[in-house]
């Protein structure tokens, strides 16, 4: 017969519970972190797409959370409102972009033709490279009354557009740049040139305008930059 004491005996001791501070962190983000970082660029990414279809006025939250397939309660933790989901595209998606403009004029202060010539191609390449930039910049940049316009300006302002309208204006009192141009009228006329046509292509393909075909457009645009629509010398027949 076993003794109480010999029972205590073969009972184990229990083990002192791992101090999981001490223990090595596996290498990487925390898997937490990862799929916040990714349902958050989800979410980015979907509110983009929307606004370039519907404008972002006729885009509630609601339709956002459903069209990435999360709850509206998961879309309101990251962001509360749709100002600030606003704020935080303009921050991360636009202003990267706007940015690579900057230095396009500057890189060509003296010619003006291959100034505008480089701003057609890059907005090309970036309507191009992002599915939604185009059909967006349609709806609320070129729009006076587009949402993004008004927030972009609220708070960052005009300067970068009035900085390039004053190179247009010198470059016309230089007699580089045709006199007859309006400055307002000439980036207007280049997002038509350029984004119109993808933005159509687009929504009539659902898919990436092929490389042979953006470079066939920059070729156009570029031609109607240099020479209007006036045959050039060479090209005239029967005279």
Same mark, same amino acid.
């Given at each position: 017969?076993?003794?109480?004491? !010999?029972?205590?005996?073969?009972?184990?001791?229990?083990?002192?519970?791992?101090? !999981?501070?001490?223990?090595?962190?596996?290498?990487?983000?925390? $898997?937490?972190?990862?799929?916040?970082?990714?349902?958050?660029?989800?979410?980015?990414?979907?509110?983009?797409?929307?606004?370039?279809?519907?404008?972002?006025?006729?885009?509630?939250?609601?339709?956002?959370?459903?069209? $990435?397939?999360?709850?509206?309660?998961?879309?309101?933790?990251?962001?509360?409102?749709?100002?600030?989901?606003?704020?935080?595209?303009?921050?991360?998606?636009?202003?990267?972009?706007?940015?690579?403009?900057?230095?396009?004029?500057?890189?060509?202060? *003296?010619?003006?033709?291959?100034?505008?010539?480089?701003?057609?191609?890059?907005?090309? *390449?970036?309507?191009?490279?992002? *599915?939604?930039?185009?059909?967006?910049?349609?709806?609320?940049?070129?729009?006076?009354?587009?949402?993004?316009?008004?927030?972009?300006?609220?708070?960052?302002?005009?300067?970068?557009?009035?900085?390039?309208?004053?190179?247009?204006?010198?470059?016309?009192?230089?007699?580089?740049?045709?006199? *007859?141009?309006?400055?307002?009228?000439?980036?207007?006329?280049?997002?038509?040139?350029?984004?119109?046509?993808? $933005?159509?292509?687009?929504?009539?393909?659902?898919?990436?305008?092929?490389?042979?075909?953006?470079?066939?457009?920059?070729?156009?645009?570029?031609?109607?930059?240099?020479?209007?629509?006036?045959?050039?010398?060479?090209?005239?027949?029967?005279?």
């Amino acid at each position: 017969m076993v003794s109480k004491k !010999s029972e205590k005996a073969l009972v184990p001791k229990p083990q002192a519970p791992h101090d !999981s501070a001490n223990l090595p962190r596996r290498p990487g983000r925390p $898997a937490g972190a990862a799929k916040g970082t990714e349902r958050r660029t989800l979410l980015l990414d979907t509110a983009l797409a929307l606004f370039a279809r519907w404008g972002i006025a006729d885009t509630p939250l609601t339709m956002i959370a459903r069209e $990435a397939g999360v709850t509206p309660a998961m879309l309101h933790y990251y962001f509360n409102t749709r100002e600030q989901l606003l704020d935080v595209l303009i921050e991360e998606r636009f202003l990267p972009i706007r940015a690579s403009f900057r230095n396009l004029f500057n890189d060509q202060a *003296d010619d003006p033709v291959a100034a505008l010539t480089a701003l057609a191609k890059h907005f090309i *390449d970036i309507s191009v490279a992002h *599915d939604w930039f185009a059909p967006l910049w349609i709806r609320e940049i070129i729009s006076e009354s587009g949402m993004l316009k008004q927030r972009m300006e609220a708070r960052y302002g005009d300067s970068q557009r009035n900085e390039s309208l004053r190179s247009l204006l010198r470059w016309q009192q230089e007699g580089k740049l045709n006199a *007859d141009l309006d400055p307002e009228l000439i980036f207007i006329s280049l997002f038509g040139l350029t984004f119109l046509p993808i $933005a159509a292509a687009k929504r009539r393909h659902h898919a990436h305008v092929s490389p042979f075909n953006s470079e066939q457009l920059a070729k156009h645009v570029v031609a109607l930059l240099l020479h209007g629509i006036s045959p050039l010398p060479e090209q005239q027949t029967g005279q």
